[in-house]
């Protein structure tokens, strides 16, 4: 595993890692060990963000290649309003899932500007044959090391190999159905133009994403996907004790009333999540959403918390 790859993990493991001691500080908060043990792995964990943001920096940017393949490409050429249609919803779809990751559910000019600046999508290069098309964005990393194209690359590859419909209603939370209308569009460009496409990214750590768009398993999520039925988000107001929170913005709170709500936390609100201890007293709003799957008749319900103090 290459350095980025080697700091990545060890991130996680201080943040579980910190995740127990903080849960150890709150059953005994007197003892000025675990305070001692708790304020050094802090520390440590700043030392290696920063180490991952410096790599991260180093890195640039990330290219993402998307090979077309048909009989409208077999001589090597497209029609021009294929290739703006598929780009164009698949650019949409990286800016949507990552203003999703970043903001959550805020919505707003300026966060679409501050995203759009942030990743800074572009057309790189045009490989042989001017059916292979290299996609360039900003890794940007934040102050914590990551990097929210990155993040957002990952989700949306995870959500385009869902082997399953119960796969796709799960990875539609960690991509956000503003982007999912925008992945609808690209898979209906496809089929509309009788292509099949190849997508690849490979990450900072080494790994190979892959999707092989085949007309058949387009098909499947095409369908899977506008079968979906995502209710409008409803603001929740709560009050109760944090129980998880994890480096992978997600977090447990046993309200007042004993409920469990469990849920994602957008990037943007990551620093004020790093104030809280495991089973700290706190109150905010949370947005409820409803992700209905009639081929499967399941439905999940997705948290997303807005505020938290």
Known sequence: MNLIGRVSRNIEQLKELISSVSADIAKDPDDFSLSLKYNSLKNQLEDLQHQLYQENLKREKEIIQIRLIGS??????LP??????ITYNFSKSLHSTSRYL???KKGGKKNEKIIKETIDLRLENIGRGSTIFYISGKTSPNLFGESILQNSLENTFDLFNSQTPDDVTENISNVGGNSLKFISKFLKELTNDDLECDLKWNSPDDREFIWKGEKENILSLYNTINKMEISEPVEIEFEGELITISAKGKFEIFTLDKKLLYGNFST????????FHIRDYCKGTI??????NPLTDKEKIEYNLISIE
């Open 72 to 77: 409208t490409a077999n001589f090597g050429t």
């Open 287 to 292: 947005s409820k959403t409803i992700i209905y």
């Open 80 to 85: 021009l309003d294929f290739v703006s249609g």
């Open 268 to 275: 943007d609100l990551l620093k004020k999540m790093e104030e």
């Open 102 to 104: 970043q903001f959550g």
